[in-house]
């Protein structure tokens, strides 16, 4: 049975991030609306994303986005040590980003290996020797700033967690620059296409523009689409619909919010575009849709 964990009460509202060491035993399948980024320390065990499962080991980084849904199997009982970081996708606003001057080198959602989905968690991130190093003393070090709580402390460890994202991505691009030297224009657009995507994933319920999504990554609208197109095979609005469509969903399978309220949360002020929308790429309405899992959860619970 999937749980949903809607926020973790370590996390408050001005300041929506936590960061832990410790020792990870089995855990049951499960979501949340915030990013969990982790870090292997030591020891062995199994990551099941999605329902396929995946090794893992000491060195392994990997970051669960919100909605998906994974679990932990511990062989033998012996519980591997990781560095958990929760945070909230505001935890780092773009504007700041920007500002540093750091958005076209940042792949912010798809930090290694969140290029495809189908493949991401077949090519782990694993760090070694001073790599590995880097980021244990920069996971430590926020540690010991959410700890001790001294004054500066929110601003130090958002600094460091940028610090830190950028070091991964840069470790990925590395990683796949070895693996495949001869292209690397193409390695370029994949990544840049896969950041647009997931900026789009997290900034769904915002107005978005052609012309703005061009601004912040340093593009032109024409190469925007055409970036988009080559690795969605979607138009750059075509691929926000998509990406809002399944949020509609997800929000109408796990709450009780009228179809009106869904469709303001997914970014859409016209209720009727967004019926007739849901319905061309569903093929039922929001509210039959609603329905339907209705009467399967019935149905299965019955059985």
């Known amino acids: 049975m999937k749980s949903m964990i809607r926020s973790s009460s370590l996390m ?130 926020m540690i010991r700033e959410i700890g001790n709580r001294a004054p500066g402390h929110m601003t130090i460890i958002r600094l460091q967690m940028i610090e830190l994202l950028v070091l991964l991505s840069r470790y990925y691009s590395l990683m796949h620059q070895r693996g495949a030297p001869s292209s690397p224009r193409r390695l370029e657009r994949e990544i840049t296409a896969r950041r647009i995507h997931g900026y789009m994933e997290r900034n769904f319920d915002k107005k978005m523009t052609l012309e703005s999504l061009a601004g912040l990554f340093n593009v032109s609208m024409r190469q925007l689409n055409r970036l988009v197109r080559q690795e969605f095979d979607q138009s750059v609005i075509d691929l926000l619909h998509s990406i809002r469509i399944e949020q509609a969903k997800r929000m109408l399978t796990e709450s009780d919010e009228k179809v009106i309220t869904v469709a303001a949360l997914v970014g859409y002020d016209d209720p009727s575009f967004f019926s007739r929308l849901f319905l061309r790429r569903v093929g039922c309405p929001p509210s039959q849709y609603r329905q339907a899992l209705d009467v399967h959860a019935v149905y299965r619970e019955s059985n």
């Not at 855990?27 to 062995?44: D, I, K, T």
């Not at 990781?82 to 001057?101: G, Q, R, T, Y």
Request: charged residues 20%.
């Open 12 to 141: 408050k509202d001005e300041f929506p991030f936590w960061i832990t060491r410790l020792a990870q035993g089995d855990v049951p399948e499960h979501g949340h609306e915030f990013v969990e980024l982790v870090y292997v320390v030591r020891g062995e065990g199994l990551h099941i994303f999605e329902g396929t499962e995946y090794e893992l080991t000491a060195g392994n980084v990997f970051i669960i986005n919100p909605g998906e849904t994974h679990a932990y199997t511990v062989p033998n009982g012996e519980p591997m040590e990781i560095v958990n970081c929760l945070f909230m996708p505001s935890f780092i606003p773009d504007a700041l980003l920007k500002e540093l001057e750091i958005t076209a080198s940042m792949d912010y959602f798809y930090v290694h290996p969140f290029m495809k989905q189908d493949v991401r968690f077949n090519h782990h991130l694993t760090l070694h020797g001073q790599d590995a190093v880097s980021v244990l003393v920069l996971l430590d070090s």
